[in-house]
Structure formats: structure tokens, C-alpha cells
């Protein structure tokens, strides 16, 4: 626009805030999105690489599409020094409250962990809805938990992650229920909160230990049953679920998002020679898995402690295969689950172009490539599960029923 006289403005205000209004309806428009469903721009502050930060970014729209969000845009921000109060500089934010404005959204992702301190800085300056990497995982596991102890866990990990973002003021200002020197008003609101969380987390604990004794039994009958366990672990969306489908010729449900399973399933597997076994598919894992989610999914991961072999899926086709295959192999490590003989079992052969390159890869990381929606490859695969496993004498074998 031209410049104007400040003596004599002739501009139709309202004209320009109409028209203004509009284009931002058109800019929002090219954003299709499902009723009721949120719109979120992803925010990445980073010191990493470019290609760390590019990468952790396509696994954060990834997990946003499995919590069913619409992703409007995407924003890394790579930095020497973060900023500790809003992770991005306030002009920075200036700018992501206006594109927030253009693409009509109201809800901000970091792809890093937030403080409590800097999820309010953030929300005051921008008014909008923030939420970091782990309340998004917590909020795909709290979607798709469907047992009573997935339930159980999903909601003791939201509470341990809720409960030190409940601090409004300094403790030394706090008043006790009851007692000399707490009569009158009576806790805070903020107290009585923090105290129901803790008094919730004590009454899933013990419903979790009442759930781990059951899992216990159930575990017992296999072992006594003299059956050998195999347990399937890899990085969530790898394939694990349609593996087990294809091996033991069952219907478990299976997508293609991140963490499709998070209740433990187990099978009856037959081998060629009448060797038999139970396989038990797992949740999957994920990079920088949050501590809560460890600890609450204990005793999933307690099935894996009985197990004779472990059968690590990788995902093959995706490019950043080897970090996904560290990161299951370093947290087998931290569980003190690295012992256990493993097999690595590179999966979904069947969407990578290089066959020459591929058995390279195989023959230098100790794997067999197959592909569990085609079933290429099985054979091989099931011999080698088969070689690795306790053989148990056909007599000593009892024939309880598994679900």
C-alpha cells in the first residue's frame, strides 16, 4: 500500500479488516480436516543436525496422525542456545502466533520435553492449547489401551507426568489439612488436587500389582506347560503385529501408525518338526521413551524377562533404520533383556529397490530379510527361530489354553 497522510487518512478500516478476514478463510480452507479434529502446527528447537531434527520431526507427524490430528505445518528451529523461558525467540513466536492465526489453528506440538514453567510462558504469550512430545504419546496410548491393565498404566503415567505441573506456589506458603496450625480454611485447591493424584496413583499401583499376579499365573501355566517363548520386539510400526498374523495365521488388529498395539497378545506357533511355542507380540518401542511410560509398562515388559528368543523387527524401507534398531537394542540393554538370545529379522524387504544392497545389510548386522505382508522369506526365517529355541521332548508337553 502506498503511504498515507497522517492528517488525512482515507482508508476504509473496515473494508481492509473484511478482506484481510477472508484471505486468512482461504488460506485455512486448503487444510481439510474431519469434524471436531484439531489442527496443529509442529515446533522442533533443536541443537541437533539438521538430518537428527528432520528425522524426529517426521516421527512427531507421524505419532500427531496417530492421535488423529491434522498437521498444518511444520517448524524447525535450529539453535546453539535455547531459549530456557520460551524455547523460541519471542519474535520467533510473534511469527508462530500470526501463521497459527492464517492456518486457524489452535494447538501447538514441541517436539521436545516442556517444564511446567515453560508450558505457561508459552500459553500466556500465545493463547494458544501446548503440549510436548510426551502428552502426545500419552494421549495414543490412552486412545488405544483396551485391556485393564493397558488402562491401568496409560492412566498411572498421565497422573506421574500431571502431578509435578499441579504447582502453582511456593510449598513453604502450603497449609496441611487439620492439626495445630491448619484449621480454618483447609488445604488449598491446589493441595487437594495434588493429593487426590497421589492417593489415584496409590490405588493403581495396588490394582497393577493385583494384574501383575494374574499375568504371573497365566505365566506359569506356560512355563510348566514346558513350551519355549518367543517374544517379538522392535520400534513401534515396524511390522510386529502383521508378523505374528503371519506366522501363526491370526487376525490381530493391525495399521499403519505408531503404536497400533499396546496390549500384549500370545499365540500357539508350530514348527516344522513338531516343535512348539508360545509367541507374544509386545507394545513397541520408541526413541527418548518417556520414564513414566517405562515404569508403568513394567509388567508388559516382565514378559519379555521368561522368554527363550527374542525376535527384533526392524523396519528395512525406512532411512533411519540403524537409529530405530540402537534405540530398541540400548533399552533391551537398560531392561537388562540383552542376554536373551536374539534374532534380528529385517522386515517389509519388499519396498527396498537394491536387493544387492539389502543382502549386504543382512550379512553384516546378522539378519534375515523378510516380508511379513507377503510372506517372502518365511521359511528361512522359521528355520532359524527353530535352530535357536530349547527343543522340548514331545511327551513332557501339556496342552493348556492361551488367549
Known amino acids: 500500500m502506498d503511504p498515507l497522510p497522517v492528517h488525512d487518512p482515507k482508508l476504509d478500516f473496515l473494508h481492509l479488516v473484511q478482506s484481510l478476514e477472508g484471505e486468512f478463510a482461504g488460506k485455512q480452507a486448503l487444510l481439510e480436516v474431519k469434524g471436531g479434529q484439531d489442527r496443529a502446527i509442529l515446533v522442533s528447537v533443536t541443537s541437533a543436525s539438521r538430518t537428527e531434527a528432520e528425522a524426529s520431526m517426521e516421527e512427531l507427524t507421524e505419532l500427531a496422525y496417530s492421535s488423529g490430528i491434522a498437521v498444518a505445518e511444520r517448524i524447525i528451529q535450529r539453535q546453539q542456545k535455547i531459549n530456557p523461558k520460551y524455547l523460541l525467540g519471542r519474535g520467533k513466536l510473534s511469527e508462530l502466533v500470526l501463521r497459527a492465526l492464517q492456518l486457524g489453528v489452535d494447538l501447538l506440538i514441541f517436539d521436545q520435553d516442556l517444564n511446567p514453567s515453560q508450558v505457561r510462558s508459552i500459553t500466556d504469550f500465545t493463547e494458544l492449547r501446548v503440549i510436548d512430545r510426551t502428552q502426545l504419546i500419552l494421549d495414543i496410548f490412552a486412545q488405544r489401551a483396551k485391556s485393564r491393565e493397558g488402562k491401568i498404566q496409560v492412566e498411572m503415567a498421565q497422573l506421574k507426568y500431571m502431578l509435578p505441573r499441579l504447582v502453582l506456589k511456593d510449598d513453604a506458603l502450603s497449609r496441611l489439612t487439620g492439626g495445630i496450625g491448619g484449621r480454618g480454611p483447609g488445604e488449598t485447591k491446589l493441595e487437594i488436587n495434588r493429593r487426590r493424584v497421589r492417593d489415584r496413583i496409590a490405588r493403581l499401583e495396588k490394582q497393577l500389582q493385583q494384574v501383575r499376579k494374574q499375568r504371573g499365573q497365566r505365566r506359569g501355566l506356560r512355563l510348566r506347560a514346558g513350551l519355549p517363548i518367543i517374544s517379538i520386539v522392535g520400534y513401534t510400526n515396524a511390522g510386529k503385529s502383521t508378523l505374528l498374523n503371519t506366522l501363526t495365521h491370526s487376525k490381530e488388529q493391525v495399521e499403519d501408525r505408531l503404536f497400533a498395539t499396546l496390549d500384549p497378545a500370545s499365540r500357539r506357533l508350530r514348527f516344522p518338526r513338531d516343535q512348539e511355542a508360545i509367541i507374544t507380540d509386545t507394545v513397541g518401542f520408541i526413541r527418548d521413551l518417556p520414564s513414566d511410560l517405562k515404569e508403568a509398562f513394567g509388567a508388559t515388559l516382565e514378559?519379555?524377562?521368561?522368554?527363550?528368543?527374542?525376535?527384533?523387527?526392524?523396519?528395512?524401507?525406512?532411512?533411519?533404520?540403524?537409529?530405530?534398531?540402537?534405540?530398541?537394542?540400548?533399552?533391551?540393554?537398560?531392561?537388562?533383556?540383552?542376554?536373551?538370545?536374539?534374532?534380528?529379522?529385517?522386515?517389509?524387504?519388499?519396498?527396498?529397490?537394491?536387493?544387492?544392497?539389502?543382502?549386504?545389510?543382512?550379512?553384516?548386522?546378522?539378519?534375515?530379510?523378510?516380508?511379513?505382508?507377503?510372506?517372502?522369506?518365511?521359511?528361512?526365517?522359521?528355520?532359524?527361530?527353530?535352530?535357536?529355541?530349547?527343543m522340548v521332548p514331545t511327551g513332557s508337553r501339556s496342552h493348556p489354553t492361551f488367549h
Open 303 to 390: 514378559e519379555l524377562r521368561h522368554a527363550d528368543l527374542l525376535l527384533h523387527v526392524i523396519d528395512i524401507s525406512n532411512p533411519m533404520f540403524e537409529e530405530q534398531m540402537k534405540a530398541v537394542e540400548e533399552l533391551l540393554e537398560e531392561l537388562d533383556l540383552h542376554l536373551i538370545p536374539m534374532l534380528r529379522i529385517f522386515n517389509k524387504v519388499d519396498l527396498v529397490q537394491d536387493q544387492g544392497y539389502l543382502q549386504n545389510l543382512c550379512k553384516r548386522n546378522g539378519a534375515i530379510g523378510v516380508s511379513a505382508l507377503n510372506g517372502d522369506n518365511l521359511t528361512s526365517l522359521v528355520e532359524a527361530m527353530e535352530k535357536r529355541l530349547p
